[in-house]
Structure formats: structure tokens, C-alpha cells
């Protein structure tokens, strides 16, 4: 959590985060964590600003203003400069996001990828490597390959499900390849679970590895925890240093923002902020009023979307055209269960569904949905369904497809938050339709 003794960015402001020896939990301190309405003229929720930019108080408060922007002091801003670095709305939103995590910073981005994109940006110089999970999402898989491979930045993968002799040797792989391109292991970057298979990466067995490395070659590690965060996976507690998210999906909740986030320990932030300044890639005011209204109702929406996703796939395994269900409740491998129960406190909402047949099957039962629309994206108050071959891994190559598990007859599912039963019969009618 922010530490309240800190030099603060804002006006100081008294914050109850306690009562009596009681700390406050997340979902209680997401309705006013972060806002003092006596400095918005009593509104009890925070304006929206649209300014582009602040004045200040006296030249000698400009100049330290512009110390902490410029990284000539440690912190970041003492208060409000120019929106491309900071506004009331971002900082109240960064103030709640870290509190899931006990996190001692956040920062928030126009997208999840305009995050990952800034973050490796900040990290990673020419001759460097990436040592990554696989799959990853595939813009981020992209970027990775094809933009940062322009500046020589290297990358090495494995597996999501790999043990700890296969990340130790995927370390020393990236630490070879490192050394022959005159650079470092800059970074080691999970997304967990994956997309679309979601296996899960074991991230102690990851930090355990990086560990061993000698002091000033031990990379951050960054986890992509869009899939079961904040609700149900909180990596930084597992030895994760920075954990990005699209706050596009559970965290915006309503399938109608674009927005990223990360956040972790104020020494891994820092550089980030600092390129985000730089580059102007922070969310705009609007947006982070939108995630601190999401936010206030993150909790519910993720509990019920978990319950009934626990339901919907409990029938879907009973029926007999459903021949597989990757779905977190119903892990069959004792390795990725042992990982589960070590890391995560819930299944989510989102899964992988296996429909007895190929495209053509797939593509009717997906053409013959009422209730659940038709669409990439998850994390949302509705059920969504796509056909990943088709859609969002359209363009990987089929040999690596075939690796990943994603077949013809794959349909990916995100539950909301709509009745069970109705779902239920939903899937029931367009199974039938097959
Ligand atoms: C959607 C998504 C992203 C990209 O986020 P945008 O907000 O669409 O830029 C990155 N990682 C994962 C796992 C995602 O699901």
C-alpha cells in the first residue's frame, strides 16, 4: 500500500486505512481511498480534470516539481505539472490499483499493451534478451519478436508449464545468447495463466531460479496477471517485481474502456514512470474516472463471474459433445494443480472450451448463442465467446498452433455476471444446434 509517510504527489490528505488494530480491506477502501473531497469543493466522488495543465503554486514549487519529473529527485512529482505526466484522476485510480497488492506504486497507461510496450521499452537496451513464458498474448508475443528484435533485443521462451530445471535452463539460454549480443537478461516476463491453454507458470520456481543468479545479473521479474487479477492472484506475494495488467478487462469490467496498469516496488516503477512521461502513454482523465467507478465494484463482479463460471462448467463437462474444458476449477495435471493451489485463490471466469468436431461445429455452436455474444475480450459484465484458430491467433503459424494447443474445435469462453441457469441454458440450446 502506499506508505502514507512518503513525500506526497498530492496535497497531504488523511487517509483511514485502519480502524483500531483492523486494517481495511481492499473492497472497502476502493469506494474513497486516495480522494479528499475538501479538495474538490466537497464533491464526494472526485471531477473529472480536463486540463492539460496545472499552475503552480510559486516558481520555487515549479522547480522542485519539475526535480522529481526529470528523476533529479527520487519519487516523481510533488504535485500536479502537465497531464502528460500526471492528474488528479490517474493518481487516485494508481492509489487504489496498488492497494490490491500491497504494492508501494502504480502507474496507469492509455492500454494494456501502451504498459507492456513502455515497460520493456524502459528496460531493455540493445544486445539485451527477454527470457519469456510461452504463449504470451500476442500483441505482447509480437512486439517482443518483431519491434524489439529492430534494436537487437533478443528473446529467449519457455514453456508456461515448465519446471524449474526448464526455466534454469532457459535462463542460461538467455544468458548465452546475452553474451554473444553484448548485452543482459533484462527482464523475465509470464503471463499467467495463458492464453488461450491457460496453463499456469509456477512464479516461486521462476523466482527461486533468478534467485541463484549473481546480484547484479538478477533481472526484474514482470508476471502479466490480467487473467486472474487482483481478485484471484497476487503475484508480487510469490516473488513476482512487477505485475502488469489490461485494466481493458476485469478491472474496467464492462467491455466499454481501453486502459493498462502495472505496479510493484518504487525502485522497479521508477524507470517506467520515467519513459511514460517521456512518451506520454498514461491514461486519460475519463478513462481513470471510468476504472475508479469499475473499481468500486471489482469485487462483486469477479466473485459472481467465478461462481458462475464453477456452474457453467460444471454442466459443460457432463455434456456429451464437450470433449475437453481447460477452465482452472478442473485441472487434470498434478504439477499445474500444485501451482494452482500455491498461487492462485480462485478458478476465474474465463476458459477454454473442446467441441466434439472442428471449425464447422465450432462455428455453429458459436453462431447459434443467444445470451453470450459473439467477441474477442473477457473480464467483462457480459459471457463472451470466440474461436481463438480463427481470431486472435489467426496469424500464428500452424505448426506453433498445433504446440499450443489450439484446435479447430477450441472456443474460448468469458462468464459474466448474468444468471447461471440462464447461461446454462444458453450453452445448452447452442450445443444442441451442433
Ligand atoms: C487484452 C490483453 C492485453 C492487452 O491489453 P489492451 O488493453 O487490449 O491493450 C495484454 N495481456 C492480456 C493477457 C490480455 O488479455
Given at each position: 500500500m502506499t506508505d502514507p509517510t512518503r513525500t506526497p504527489r498530492r496535497k497531504p490528505k488523511p487517509e483511514v486505512t485502519r480502524i483500531g488494530g483492523r486494517q481495511l480491506k481492499p473492497s472497502t477502501l476502493m469506494?474513497?481511498?486516495?480522494?479528499?473531497p475538501r479538495l474538490s469543493e466537497g464533491a464526494l466522488k472526485p471531477p473529472?480534470?480536463?486540463?492539460?495543465t496545472f499552475a503552480f503554486e510559486s516558481a520555487a514549487a515549479g522547480k522542485r516539481h519539475f526535480e522529481g519529473i526529470t528523476g533529479?529527485?527520487?519519487?516523481?512529482?510533488?504535485g500536479l505539472v502537465y497531464s502528460r505526466f500526471n492528474g488528479p484522476n490517474q493518481e487516485i485510480l494508481e492509489d487504489r490499483l496498488a492497494v490490491w497488492e500491497q504494492a508501494e506504486e502504480a502507474l496507469v497507461f492509455s492500454s494494456g499493451m501502451s504498459a507492456i510496450a513502455t515497460l520493456l521499452l524502459a528496460y531493455c537496451s540493445g544486445g539485451d534478451v527477454v527470457v519469456h513464458s510461452g504463449p504470451l498474448y500476442a500483441a505482447t508475443e509480437g512486439f517482443i519478436a518483431r519491434t524489439l528484435s529492430r534494436f537487437g533485443i533478443g528473446y529467449v521462451d519457455f514453456p508456461a508449464g515448465a519446471t524449474r530445471e526448464e526455466i534454469d535452463a532457459a535462463l542460461a539460454r538467455g544468458a548465452e545468447l546475452a553474451q554473444r549480443q553484448g548485452g543482459k537478461v533484462a527482464m523475465i516476463y509470464l503471463e499467467?495463466?495463458?492464453?488461450?491453454?491457460?496453463a499456469l507458470v509456477d512464479i516461486e520456481a521462476v523466482a527461486a531460479a533468478r534467485d541463484t543468479l549473481p546480484g547484479e545479473a538478477r533481472p526484474p521479474i514482470v508476471i502479466d496477471?490480467?487473467?486472474?487479477?487482483?481478485?484471484?492472484?497476487?503475484?508480487l506475494a510469490h516473488g513476482a517485481d512487477i505485475a502488469v495488467y489490461s485494466l481493458t478487462k476485469y478491472a474496467g469490467g464492462h467491455s466499454d474502456l481501453v486502459a493498462g496498469g502495472l505496479y510493484g516496488a518504487r525502485q522497479w516503477i521508477e524507470p517506467v514512470r520515467m519513459l511514460r512521461n517521456t512518451i506520454g502513454t498514461i491514461c486519460d482523465p475519463n478513462t481513470a474516472w471510468m476504472l475508479l467507478r469499475s473499481l468500486e465494484t471489482i469485487e462483486l463482479r469477479m466473485t459472481r463471474a467465478g461462481e458462475n463460471a464453477a456452474k457453467v462448467c460444471a454442466f459443460l463437462a457432463g455434456h456429451?459433445?464437450?470433449?475437453g474444458l481447460g477452465y482452472l476449477g478442473r485441472i487434470e495435471d498434478p504439477r499445474q494443480q500444485d501451482i494452482f493451489e500455491r498461487h492462485c485463490t480462485g478458478a476465474g471466469s474465463t476458459f477454454s472450451l473442446f467441441i466434439e468436431g472442428g471449425e464447422a461445429e465450432a462455428f455453429r455452436f458459436l453462431d447459434a448463442l443467444?445470451?453470450?455474444?459473439?467477441?474477442v475480450s473477457l473480464g467483462g459484465t457480459e459471457t463472451l465467446a470466440s474461436h481463438p484458430a480463427a481470431m486472435?491467433?489467426?496469424?500464428?503459424?500452424d505448426e506453433r498452433k498445433a504446440l499450443l494447443g489450439i484446435t479447430d474445435n477450441l472456443v474460448r469462453i468469458s462468464i459474466g455476471i448474468e444468471d447461471a441457469d440462464d447461461l446454462i441454458a444458453d450453452f445448452d440450446q447452442a450445443l444442441a444446434a451442433v
Open positions: 469506494m474513497g481511498y486516495g480522494y479528499d473529472i480534470f480536463l486540463t492539460s533529479k529527485r527520487p519519487g516523481g512529482s510533488e499467467s495463466p495463458a492464453n488461450p491453454t491457460n496477471n490480467t487473467f486472474l487479477g487482483p481478485l484471484w492472484q497476487q503475484p456429451p459433445k464437450v470433449v443467444k445470451v453470450a455474444k459473439l467477441a486472435t491467433h489467426l496469424s500464428v503459424p
